[in-house]
């Protein structure tokens, strides 16, 4: 309906516009055909007089016409449609201003006034005019102010979205930058400067902390300034490090975290505030929502801070661990080769014992071979001979292979140890001489054919090389590191300072690791309790339009009904009234003497059912 009210007032327009259009022109060839022809005009202005008059009441009419119904459409119009009206209106005074003057000419030549009440009329669409032209410029202003303030409204969005892409971009940077640790792994999470002092690596600066005895800090916590606000009166205020609040008595790790804290509230207030200082027309669901996701972020990235410290705790305790693991190893390598030197010297004394042995035994055997052929101890007989004979062959040929090997066993010992084992005569020796029984006794050719080739100055080189062998054996004994597990024992591991402030930071980074996990956790409830409530919001919304259009469709429906039973009355008075008047041709029928009395056919179009039905049908139609 409402369609088609625009419709026809846009009809009425274009027509009443035609109309004032096609009386200017008339109006405008009148009066140019006015100075050409005064005297005839004035012979025929009696009777053109009544025609211009109902002109000028049809144009005035068709502008009333206008100015109602742009009243009555100026809810429903556009700008764009409001500015063209009012240029039609324009043009229509114009117009209407050229017809009146016409007039007034045709008057002043006449010398008579026509048209006594036109000068009122003129000052009435004077007025109305002046007060079109007024609610023009107001609404020229209004449009120029609502263009302004969606001209900050789009500054400050513009504003809104960079703030937007620098935290997206700063996220970015640092899931990179977390990335790249865990893939290539730093060298050293914490450096130590010259004087001791550990340094951040992500500031590169030196830590805050007095000295090693203190009470050890989180990385998250070594190097965090105390952010402060814009202000004029604090801008000449140097940062606040930890440090200097835990001189004053106040946990540096709290008072750091609560500072950061509060750096980000003081991004976001300022980000706020400045929307606010220009004027910024953006809902309370966008701030909220701006809020929101700014909340999620922060924490996003506080999560990441606290994992990366996490990671850094970590690596450096695998470093130090595998730091222990190599000197452990190295220690293990030092022992195997002190144990192989210490097994080749023993193998070296134990061939050496094994000769002087072999030479005691064949020195033993032509001792008792020459007390045998002396018939000491023996019957002496032919057959005792021979067997003397014999075991004095085999003494002298077991002396003779052992005596070979000894000057091998010498001559091996004097080319891999040079003069490093150069026997220079020692006072005291643990040795004591196996044969010195055998010096006294001269009486076998052979025994000193073996002294001239083995002398006994071998035989003591050779005691000389053992007791050297064995003191090396014991120096080598001596480098023995004391070995211990390539497990960590918790009892030791718990008594050194260095593992216990380590303990503590890998604590304390798990716990902060855990509470960024939280807050993320939480940010992520907060954005989806916001996005149910916006969900919510709408959905009442639509609840609402749906009760309305239920309360429109009920009255509707109580409106049809209503016309229904006016149409069912009606059509039942109708009913009554002919069935009245076919009583009054009955009875006169009767009068008459010719009663015809009713078919069912003549009634059958009257009963009400069907009646009900063809309404419903027009109804429906």
């Not at 063209?84 to 000419?105: G, M, P």
């Not at 790790?253 to 027309?281: K, P, R």
């Not at 040795?431 to 002398?455: G, I, K, V």
């Amino acid at each position: 309906r409402e369609e088609d009210e625009y419709s026809e007032l846009r009809s009425e327009l274009s027509q009443s516009q035609l109309e004032v259009n096609e009386d200017s022109h008339s109006m405008d060839q009148n009066s140019v055909s006015v100075p050409e022809n005064q005297s005839t005009m004035v012979t025929a202005d009696v009777d053109n007089c009544s025609d211009l008059n109902s002109e000028l009441q049809r144009v005035l009419t068709g502008l009333e016409n206008v100015v109602c119904g742009r009243k009555k459409s100026s809810c429903s119009l556009s700008v764009a449609e409001v500015d063209r009206h009012i240029e039609q209106l324009t043009t229509a005074s114009e117009h209407c201003d050229l017809a009146i003057k016409t007039v007034e000419e045709i008057e002043g030549v006449l010398g008579r006034d026509l048209y006594p009440n036109l000068s009122e009329e003129r000052s009435q669409w004077e007025k109305e005019l002046a007060g079109l032209r007024e609610e023009n410029e107001s609404l020229t202003a209004m449009l120029c102010s609502k263009e302004e303030e969606l001209n900050r409204t789009k500054a400050t969005i513009n504003a809104v979205r960079e703030e937007r892409d620098r935290l997206r971009r700063r996220v970015r940077e640092l899931q990179t930058r977390l990335q790249s640790m865990q893939a290539m792994g730093l060298s050293s999470p914490s450096r130590l400067t010259p004087a001791n002092r550990p340094v951040n690596p992500s500031t590169g600066e030196l830590s805050t902390s007095s000295s090693s005895n203190d009470i050890p800090i989180a990385k998250i916590a070594e190097r965090v300034k105390l952010s402060k606000t814009r202000s004029e009166s604090s801008s000449s205020d140097r940062p606040v490090l930890g440090s200097e609040i835990s001189s004053i008595g106040v946990s540096s790790t709290v008072a750091e975290h609560l500072a950061h804290s509060l750096q980000d509230c003081s991004n976001i207030q300022e980000i706020f505030q400045t929307l606010y200082s220009h004027g910024s027309a953006i809902s309370e669901s966008k701030i909220r929502e701006f809020e929101v996701e700014t909340e999620r972020l922060n924490s996003r990235i506080e999560h990441l801070k606290s994992q990366n410290d996490l990671l850094t705790i970590t690596l450096e305790e695998c470093k130090s661990n595998a730091e222990r693991m190599s000197m452990l190893v190295g220690k293990y390598e030092s022992n195997a080769t002190a144990l192989r030197l210490a097994l080749q010297y023993s193998e070296q004394c134990i061939e050496a014992y094994e000769l002087l042995l072999a030479l005691a035994e064949s020195e033993q055997s032509l001792i008792l071979g020459q007390f045998r052929a002396a018939g000491v101890g023996s019957v002496g007989d032919q057959t005792g001979d021979e067997n003397v004979i014999q075991m004095l062959k085999r003494a002298h040929d077991c002396r003779k292979t052992a005596e070979n090997a000894a000057k091998a066993l010498l001559m091996k010992l004097d080319g891999s140890c040079g003069g490093a084992y150069a026997v220079t005569g020692c006072s005291v020796q643990p040795w004591e001489s196996l044969s010195s029984n055998s010096h006294t006794s001269t009486t076998s050719s052979t025994a000193s054919s073996c002294d001239t080739e083995f002398t006994k100055e071998d035989e003591q080189r050779l005691k000389d090389y053992i007791q050297q062998l064995k003191n090396d054996r014991a120096a080598v004994k001596l480098t023995m590191l004391e070995l211990e597990s390539i497990h960590i024992d918790p009892l030791s591991y718990d008594v050194k300072p260095r593992g216990d402030s380590q303990r503590l930071d890998l604590e304390n980074a798990v716990l902060m690791q855990e509470l960024m996990a939280m807050k993320e956790e939480m940010a992520e409830l907060k954005a989806q309790l916001y996005l149910l409530e916006k969900e919510k919001k709408a959905l009442e919304l639509k609840l609402s339009t749906r009760e309305a259009q239920e309360q429109a469709y009920l009255v509707h429906i109580e409106h049809l009904k209503s016309e229904v039973e006016e149409q069912k009355e009606q059509r039942m008075r109708s009913l009554s009234s002919t069935s009245s008047g076919s009583k009054d041709k009955l009875g006169k029928e009767c009068s008459d003497g010719t009663v015809t009395p009713l078919t069912l056919a003549e009634l059958r179009p009257y009963n009400e059912s069907e009646l009900t039905a063809e309404l419903t049908n027009a109804l429906r139609r």
